[in-house]
């Protein structure tokens, strides 16, 4: 069933006048409670004040009373949107280790979705974003039976809830060159529609352990033919390390140093299992 279907249409208005709000700010670092005041335009904040803001008679007010707090909206920095599919999920043979879990759990599941399921977790994850007070995610995606347009699908809906969306679509090596292949020109596809700033993209990597030279090679060219970064899963378990000192002889930090993946725009998720070296290499890039 195609997922244009069940879009649902954002209805604002124009402006809107927020009074007697409890503002949370975080000025200098530091969060601030005050009373106050804010001017809402085309979706866009105008005007922050403690004091009263002067309207014309013919904007909305929302008059809060001092009962609720408004605050900035969180981002969430690493994201699955189809995990939201994953609640209460029973498990045949519950996983002793790292690799168990993406066998039994995330690859099971990312392997089943298809555009209606993919439709369906992102207004999930939207409704929860929203109700926890996330207003951005940078999401990293995959759906290996249905690969190709499916970020298009995600970027729809995070635009009907007004959820500010980076996207990629996970790349890797383990359904076999033909998915590989899909999944590059996916990534492709969305970073070529990234020219009016509405939607931000990325070039999604699994992880170093499941990835070979010469994806991150195609990895590489899509980065820099498009000024982007990488968002991939870095060192989230031992293997990553194991594998890649055992295989390349280096870290896979320092692998994707190699192919040139590394700058200031990549988002290198977890890190939980990195070598000292790996420390002096990440300030290079973000010093």
């Known amino acids: 069933m195609p997922a244009r279907k069940y879009c649902i249409k954002k209805s604002a208005a124009s402006e809107l006048l927020i009074k007697n709000a409890t503002l949370i700010t975080f000025d200098d670092g530091h969060p601030f409670f005050q009373p106050g005041n804010i001017l809402v335009r085309d979706g866009i904040i105008q005007k922050v004040s403690e004091e009263e803001i002067p309207i014309s008679n013919a904007i909305p007010i929302l008059n809060l009373n001092r009962d609720y707090v408004v605050f900035p909206g969180f981002i969430n920095a690493h994201n699955h949107i189809y995990s939201a599919l994953a609640r209460g999920v029973p498990l045949e043979k519950p996983p002793t280790d790292f690799s168990g879990v993406l066998e039994n759990l995330w690859w099971r599941l ?12 992102a207004c999930a994850a939207m409704m929860d974003a929203l109700s926890g007070g996330t207003t951005s995610m940078i999401d990293h995606h995959s759906s290996p039976s249905f690969i190709s347009g499916s970020l298009e699908i995600l970027r729809q809906v995070a635009d009907d809830f007004g959820v500010g969306i980076n996207l990629c679509y996970e790349i890797s090596d383990r359904d076999g060159k033909d998915k590989r292949d899909e999944a590059l020109r996916e990534n492709e596809r969305m970073l070529e529609k990234n020219t009016d700033g509405a939607v931000s993209a ?26 982007t970064g990488i968002h991939i899963h870095l060192c989230e378990d031992r293997i990553d390390m194991q594998h890649s000192l055992k295989n390349y002889g280096m870290s896979p930090l320092q692998r994707l140093e190699k192919f040139g993946l590394l700058n200031e725009k990549s988002v290198l998720v977890h890190g939980v299992h990195l070598i000292e070296e790996d420390y002096a290499l990440l300030k290079k890039y973000n010093p």
Do not use: C, I, N, P
């Not at 990312?110 to 977790?121: P, Q």
């Not at 352990?209 to 820099?224: I, R």
């Open 202 to 227: 990325l070039v999604g990597l699994h992880a170093s352990f499941t990835v070979s030279d010469e994806t991150l090679k195609k990895a590489a060219e899509l980065v820099q033919k498009y000024d």
């Open 110 to 121: 990312d392997k089943a979705l298809d555009e209606e399921s993919v439709y369906y977790s």
